[in-house]
């Protein structure tokens, strides 16, 4: 992107570097889909770069964008579609390099081709109660300060630790390196000269980024994680909108085009005199964000209680680990490690989406055979307390470190469980 402003390779190169170091990038290293933000910046140069082919080479490109963000995430691919949109107003209404015909027919062979390989995906979830909604709109929203908040992440900004649990969804911290650029910038653009139709070129792109942003700001409307007025909405507009789920990402377009845009400001105004400024820009980002790693490893802390001897020998006497009622987050994490590494099946997951009324039946009827004793002789069951008039002639109940854990009487794993004292620690 460093090449639309300047030719210098040396200066390209530090530019490009500082958009790796940036907070945003830096906080999903470990995700292997969310860390592919090269796409978003990818569709940003597209739209910002001078296209001297034709508009079917243009469209080309665009295309296999779309068809690899496809591939890659769905929250990823929104975004690149939403700033191809915009492209394809800035050629046919600022431009006049597309016709009407063209821009309602690349339209709609991009939302084609994003359907059929979302349905080879599978991303697509069909269901009675037709409610495609997912939880968390409103709760991993953009915070209004999030430019400036590290959520406890920063090395030298460490007092502002204001955040949910959920802080990761719209983590869009500038890092000291870029709140820095961001004042630098602000000192320079005044005297710089920037031609009225360039920033004419940009209005399809402003617009997009703006409903970007209102659309990750959400209904809840908070403040360094204080809520200050909630907008109500509709049922179906509030499902509509539920389907972005984690609305604090779709900022991320906004957020590298406004370092693209301080870039160019301070590169524009030092020119071969930024190379340094930028480096030591750098040099405070890697240092401020040194410790993200650390801070999302114990921001939510844990200890696992599965420590009785018993579990080792239910994990080898067991095909399935079947969790029946409500679990805390915490224990289902480590009850799902423990299933995994014996080999065994689980009965809970996390998931985005899913159909909650099947769910529901689901858990109904497994409460239910457990109140009639009809278990699985290869089950062993996690059952909440909440759940009781468990048939003791049918199935055998016992608490193992604090959890009530019950199997059929056919189950070899029965006098295990049944066990209160012994060599196995039950609790």
Same mark, same amino acid.
């Given at each position: 992107?460093?090449?639309?402003?300047?030719?210098?390779?040396?200066?390209?190169?530090?530019?490009?570097?500082?958009?790796?170091?940036?907070?945003?990038? &830096?906080?999903?290293?470990?995700?292997?889909?969310?860390?592919?933000?090269?796409?978003?910046?990818?569709?940003?140069?597209?739209?910002?770069?001078?296209?001297?082919?034709?508009?079917?080479?243009?469209?080309?490109?665009?295309?296999?964008?779309?068809?690899?963000?496809?591939?890659?995430?769905?929250?990823?691919?929104?975004? &690149?579609?939403?700033?191809?949109?915009?492209?394809?107003?800035?050629?046919?209404?600022?431009?006049?390099?597309?016709?009407?015909?063209?821009?309602?027919?690349?339209?709609?062979? #991009?939302?084609?081709?994003?359907?059929?390989?979302?349905?080879?995906?599978?991303? +697509?979830?069909?269901?009675?109660?037709?409610?495609?909604?997912?939880?968390?709109?409103?709760?991993?929203?953009?915070?209004?300060?999030?430019?400036?908040?590290?959520?406890?992440? /920063?090395?030298?900004?460490?007092?502002?630790?204001?955040?949910? &649990?959920?802080?990761?969804?719209?983590?869009?911290?500038?890092?000291?390196?870029?709140?820095?650029?961001?004042?630098?910038?602000?000192?320079?653009?005044?005297? %710089?000269?920037?031609?009225?139709?360039?920033?004419?070129?940009?209005?399809?792109?402003?617009?997009?980024?703006?409903?970007?942003?209102?659309?990750?700001?959400?209904?809840?409307?908070?403040?360094?994680?204080?809520?200050?007025?909630?907008?109500?909405?509709?049922?179906?507009?509030?499902?509509?909108?539920?389907?972005?789920?984690? /609305?604090?990402?779709?900022?991320?377009?906004?957020?590298?085009?406004?370092?693209?845009?301080?870039?160019?400001?301070?590169?524009?105004?030092?020119?071969?005199?930024?190379?340094?400024?930028?480096?030591?820009?750098?040099?405070?980002?890697?240092?401020?964000?040194?410790?993200?790693?650390?801070?999302?490893?114990? +921001?939510?802390?844990?200890?696992?209680?599965?420590? %009785?001897?018993?579990?080792?020998?239910?994990?080898?006497? /067991?095909?399935?680990?079947?969790?029946?009622?409500? @679990?805390?987050?915490?224990?289902?994490?480590?009850?799902?490690?423990?299933?995994?590494?014996?080999?065994?099946?689980?009965?809970?997951?996390?998931?985005?989406?899913?159909?909650?009324?099947?769910?529901? /039946?689901?858990?109904?009827?497994?409460? #239910?055979?457990?109140?009639?004793?009809?278990?699985?002789?290869?089950? @062993?069951?996690?059952?909440?307390?909440?759940?009781?008039?468990?048939?003791?002639?049918?199935?055998?109940?016992?608490?193992?470190?604090?959890?009530?854990?019950?199997?059929?009487?056919?189950?070899?794993?029965?006098?295990?469980?049944?066990?209160?004292?012994?060599?196995?620690?039950?609790?």
């Amino acid at each position: 992107m460093a090449g639309l402003f300047t030719k210098n390779r040396l200066i390209q190169l530090t530019v490009a570097s500082f958009f790796i170091v940036s907070p945003v990038l &830096v906080n999903r290293y470990y995700h292997i889909g969310l860390c592919a933000q090269w796409a978003i910046l990818c569709a940003l140069w597209f739209y910002m770069k001078e296209h001297e082919e034709s508009f079917y080479k243009i469209f080309t490109k665009w295309l296999i964008l779309h068809i690899v963000t496809t591939f890659i995430f769905p929250h990823l691919e929104f975004v &690149v579609l939403v700033v191809f949109i915009a492209h394809l107003f800035k050629l046919r209404f600022i431009e006049k390099k597309a016709s009407y015909h063209q821009l309602i027919v690349s339209i709609v062979s #991009v939302l084609l081709t994003i359907m059929l390989i979302g349905l080879i995906n599978g991303c +697509f979830m069909f269901n009675k109660s037709g409610d495609y909604s997912a939880w968390g709109y409103g709760e991993k929203n953009l915070d209004l300060l999030a430019l400036f908040n590290p959520y406890g992440s /920063s090395k030298l900004l460490y007092f502002m630790k204001e955040g949910s &649990v959920f802080w990761a969804e719209g983590y869009n911290y500038l890092g000291i390196g870029g709140i820095i650029l961001l004042f630098l910038a602000i000192a320079v653009a005044f005297k %710089s000269n920037i031609k009225r139709c360039k920033i004419r070129n940009y209005i399809p792109l402003l617009v997009a980024l703006s409903l970007l942003t209102l659309i990750a700001i959400s209904n809840r409307i908070t403040v360094f994680n204080q809520v200050i007025f909630e907008i109500q909405l509709s049922e179906k507009i509030f499902a509509l909108l539920s389907v972005f789920r984690a /609305s604090g990402r779709l900022f991320w377009p906004a957020y590298y085009f406004l370092i693209y845009v301080l870039l160019f400001f301070v590169v524009k105004y030092y020119d071969k005199k930024s190379i340094p400024i930028l480096i030591v820009l750098i040099a405070l980002q890697i240092f401020d964000n040194c410790d993200i790693d650390k801070h999302k490893n114990n +921001f939510n802390p844990a200890e696992n209680p599965i420590k %009785s001897s018993k579990w080792e020998v239910i994990g080898r006497g /067991s095909k399935n680990l079947v969790i029946a009622g409500k @679990v805390p987050w915490d224990d289902g994490k480590f009850l799902a490690l423990f299933a995994c590494k014996h080999n065994m099946k689980i009965n809970r997951g996390f998931a985005a989406r899913f159909d909650w009324r099947a769910l529901q /039946s689901y858990v109904k009827n497994l409460t #239910v055979q457990l109140k009639e004793g009809i278990a699985d002789p290869q089950n @062993v069951y996690i059952v909440s307390k909440e759940i009781t008039a468990i048939p003791k002639d049918k199935i055998t109940c016992g608490f193992i470190d604090n959890f009530k854990v019950c199997v059929s009487k056919q189950s070899a794993l029965s006098e295990l469980i049944a066990e209160k004292h012994g060599s196995h620690g039950l609790l």
